[in-house]
């Protein structure tokens, strides 16, 4: 057993007295005025502004757990995530509502409370169906041309040998003048090429025999590859993914996509290195994917489904493309005395079904994900 001298006993017991005083000191926060300053932020339909009303889903749960609690409060719009939360970290706000995801980052700076929501990321692009010629563009891409040029210069110089070998005792079939006798043989050639093999024209010399023979083995192979490729570049064609910008996330590499500033969604675009373009609210950001400034809006997909809902004429949709799950919770200071309190009274509410239910009926069938 180690023994303190009583002197150095005291000294410690001090420095631990002190010690906890100072931290329950630092873990107080100041008392809570009311009525509460509540920040609200985000888009429809969780949270909207209009005619001085708020409405959306965070804003009816708001209000049901303040009145479970009798919160007092008052509404504030927000402009943004990023600075709804600074206002939060400076004191200006209570509490800030509104679909904000929970981030480790965040989380450093301020107090979530419970989740109440799981949201995907996701990419909101043109969804107009490629034109004809937009699918059939690449047949005439140079790989395309130069292997169809390459296969008529082959054909040609079988054409030749042939006309070389067979003019001379084989006149009839493949004649001596140049143009005809080399045109028989390039048809010859074509003929044995595709296997279809008319007759109509057949080598009797020994050399135009081993050359026809040389050309069948050859085109048996090159006929089967010719097939498996045409097949290939015709389900390529047909199919959706051709036309599709982004099939991975790695398509988002250096394309211009538009953000909300401050959102994760920014987060993402930056993570997967995009080009990014800003805008304050969502509104603006799919302006840019209207005006074809952008390639896609990266925003949270239940606002990006509820803006198709809301617009079912728009042109666009959600690709194909796996961003992120995010839970959504709402935001209160470092050391909130209200947390406990708040996150009680949204477990309640929780376990009751009562945010099921407030979700189900603003989002009006509107699918979740
Ligand atoms: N969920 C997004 C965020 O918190 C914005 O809607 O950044």
Redesign the pocket.
């Known amino acids: 057993m180690i023994m303190f001298p009583t002197g150095l006993l005291s000294l410690a017991l001090w420095l631990t007295l002190t010690g906890s005083t100072l931290a329950v000191v630092q873990s107080e926060s100041p008392p809570v005025k009311y009525p509460l300053k509540v920040g609200v932020v ?2 429809p339909p969780f949270s909207s502004y209009t005619n001085q009303t708020f409405k959306g889903i965070s804003v009816e749960l708001w209000q049901e757990l303040a009145a479970n609690t009798n919160l007092k409060y008052q509404f504030i719009a927000q402009p943004g ?1 990023k600075t709804g939360i600074n206002r939060v970290t400076s004191g200006e706000l209570d509490v800030l509502i509104g ?3 929970i981030t480790a980052a965040r989380f450093k700076r301020v107090t979530f409370t419970q989740p109440y929501f799981k ?1 995907q990321i996701g990419l909101l692009v043109s969804g107009e169906s490629p034109s004809v010629w937009n699918r059939i563009k690449p047949l005439f891409q140079v790989a395309v041309i130069s292997s169809v040029g390459g296969l008529f210069v082959i054909l040609f110089i079988v054409g030749n040998l042939i006309w070389i070998a067979e003019s001379r005792r084989n006149e009839e079939q493949f004649p001596k003048s140049y143009f005809r006798g080399v045109g028989n043989g390039i048809w010859f050639a074509l003929v044995t090429l595709t296997t279809v093999g008319y007759g109509d024209k057949a080598p009797v010399t020994k050399t135009g025999k081993a050359v026809t023979s040389i050309w069948m083995l050859i085109t048996m192979v090159a006929a089967s590859s010719l097939t498996a490729g045409i097949a290939t570049v015709m389900t390529l064609l047909l199919s959706q993914d051709h036309t599709e910008q982004f099939t991975q996330l790695q398509d988002l590499q250096g394309k211009q996509i538009a953000v ?1 500033t ?4 920014a987060e993402w675009a930056k993570n997967y290195q995009a080009r990014l373009l800003e805008s304050p609210n969502l509104e603006g950001a799919i302006e840019r994917l209207k005006s074809g400034k952008a390639k896609g809006v990266m ?2 997909v239940p ?1 990006l489904k509820y803006y198709l809902y809301q617009h079912p004429d728009a042109a666009f949709r959600i690709a194909n493309l796996s961003i992120s799950l ?1 839970d ?1 919770g709402f935001v209160l200071p470092l050391n909130s005395q209200l947390v406990r309190e708040i996150n009680l009274a949204l477990i309640q509410l929780k376990e009751s079904g009562r945010v099921e239910e407030i979700i189900e009926r603003e989002i009006q069938g509107v699918s979740q994900e």
């Open positions: 985000g888009s995530v679909p904000i995801s949201a909300v401050g959102t994760t969604g925003f949270d606002a995010e959504y």
